[in-house]
T-cell receptor
Framework: GAGVSQTPSNKVTEKGKYVELRCDPISGHTALYWYRQSLGQGPEFLIYFQGTGAADDSGLPNDRFFAVRPEGSVSTLKIQRTERGDSAVYLC???????????FGQGTRLTVV | AQKVTQAQTEISVVEKEDVTLDCVYETRDTTYYLFWYKQPPSGELVFLIRRNSFDEQNEISGRYSWNFQKSTSSFNFTITASQVVDSAVYFCALSEAGGGGSQGNLIFGKGTKLSVKP
């Protein structure tokens, strides 16, 4: 597709469950970013991939959060033992180079009940 | 470390007023890029403008204009003759490119919510 695609668009899960959020970036974009956005807040950086490797994962809040990008394209954000505080919109973005703009997906709204 | 500050949390104006959204950034790199994004109520982040650290020329695009001043580390955004459709949250962002460890990262401010009333 032409844009960044995120699936699912909405996810409701029970506290303690495991979830996976998927991001399909724009073809050819080597940089991929995950952000978390809570209501009324700005995008909070989680992790940034350059190719297959995580160039910066300093934003991951704890070891329940993990992300992979095994082939340098699609990325999956994995959250173990979900907590109600994990409820937020998870945004994915990609860009071709550091000097270009990032394109965002529509986000996945995660609700932990 | 890189940081973006948008001190204005919310701004409310009446249609046709001019409004300026402030953005102050911090970086140790000499090469960096600044961005503005708009997030309308629909939620999708929409790119507005990119500026690199070597280009201090101000830019105008229709009713939008941007003022980049390295001396004050600011990259402010002005909407002239605001319209109701301008109502959104606006984010300023910074990306370093100088190889200082956070090269390539893209950090956002907390945003300014603009409400334009008819």
């Amino acid at each position: 597709g032409a844009g960044v695609s995120q699936t699912p668009s909405n996810k409701v899960t029970e506290k303690g469950k495991y979830v996976e959020l998927r991001c399909d970036p724009i073809s050819g974009h080597t940089a991929l970013y995950w952000y978390r956005q809570s209501l009324g807040q700005g995008p909070e950086f989680l992790i940034y991939f350059q190719g297959t490797g995580a160039a910066d994962d300093s934003g991951l809040p704890n070891d329940r959060f993990f992300a992979v990008r095994p082939e340098g394209s699609v990325s999956t954000l994995k959250i173990q033992r979900t907590e109600r505080g994990d409820s937020a919109v998870y945004l994915c973005a990609s860009r071709a180079r550091v000097d270009t703009e990032a394109f965002f997906g529509q986000g996945t709204r995660l609700t932990v009940v | 470390a890189q940081k973006v500050t948008q001190a204005q949390t919310e701004i409310s104006v009446v249609e046709k007023e001019d409004v300026t959204l402030d953005c102050v950034y911090e970086t140790r790199d000499t090469t960096y890029y600044l961005f503005w994004y708009k997030q309308p109520p629909s939620g999708e982040l929409v790119f507005l403008i990119r500026r690199n650290s070597f280009d201090e020329q101000n830019e105008i695009s229709g009713r939008y204009s941007w003022n980049f001043q390295k001396s004050t580390s600011s990259f402010n955004f002005t909407i002239t003759a605001s319209q109701v459709v301008d109502s959104a949250v606006y984010f300023c962002a910074l990306s370093e490119a100088g190889g200082g460890g956070s090269q390539g990262n893209l950090i956002f401010g907390k945003g300014t919510k603009l409400s334009v009333k008819p």
